[in-house]
């Protein structure tokens, strides 16, 4: 598996404002993800963070409000954009790891949105 | 149709027993499948994944696909309050993607 880590952990960020979350990994992964895991509900594929190129979004989710980053092989940023209440999530990073095509999750970052 | 449906449950079973979770899949060209465990306020937790049609056993909990039926089960014998969580099922096609179900949470009762 891999160490995963998140900052920051959780935040409380006032509307219309934007948030950058970090995930970084303790070894090069090829394959890296972000997923969203709102209010009692599962986890919901954000996108797949392309190390040097653009991120690959899934249905529902754009580039101008949820801006991806990944300049290596260990860390990732997710920006969080003129945020709403709606917003208001757990945002978790995941990476395969392992072999196998088995995926670890970091420990996410709890976002309040008031 | 959900891609992967579980029963939200909760499951309630008492301590000792075996617990059944199951998910069912709706791609047939699904190739590996896993399953995570989240507790409260955590992030999930991978506990077993299976490939193959079959049974896939670590420690006390089993793992058992059946892609004819596009069907996948979690069993954990001697069930432990500290198994209290839920139980996500995921599946991934050969992109590397994984579609998670909405998770079923266990209750394991002293």
């Known amino acids: 598996s891999a160490v995963i880590s998140q900052k920051p952990s959780r935040d409380i960020c006032q509307r219309g404002t934007s948030l950058t979350i970090q995930c970084q990994v303790d070894s090069q992964v090829t394959m890296m993800f972000w997923y969203r895991q709102q209010p009692g509900q599962s986890l919901t594929l954000i996108a797949t963070?392309?190390?040097?190129?653009?991120?690959?979004?899934e249905s529902g989710f754009v580039i101008d409000k949820f801006p991806i980053s990944r300049p290596n092989l260990t860390f990732s940023t997710l920006t969080v954009s003129n945020m709403s209440p709606e917003d208001s999530s757990i945002y978790l990073c995941?990476?395969?790891?392992?072999?196998?095509?088995?995926?670890?999750f970091g420990p996410g970052t709890r976002l309040l949105v008031l | 149709q959900k891609e992967v449906e579980q029963n939200s449950g909760p499951l309630s079973v008492p301590e000792g027993a075996i617990a059944s979770l199951n998910c069912t899949y709706s791609d047939r060209g699904s190739q590996s499948f896993f399953w995570y465990r989240q507790y409260s306020g955590k992030s999930p937790e991978l506990i077993m994944f299976?490939?193959?049609?079959g049974d896939k056993e670590d420690g006390r909990f089993t793992a058992q696909l059946n892609k004819a039926s596009q069907y996948v089960s979690l069993l954990i014998r001697d069930s432990q309050p500290s198994d209290s969580a839920t139980y996500l099922c995921?599946?991934?096609?050969?992109?590397?993607?994984?579609?998670f179900g909405q998770g079923t949470t266990l209750q394991v009762k002293p």
């Open positions: 299976i490939y193959s049609n």
């Open positions: 995921a599946v991934s096609s050969n992109t590397g993607k994984l579609i």
């Open positions: 963070a392309n190390q040097g190129s653009e991120a690959t979004y």
């Open positions: 995941s990476v395969v790891a392992g072999g196998l095509e088995t995926q670890y």
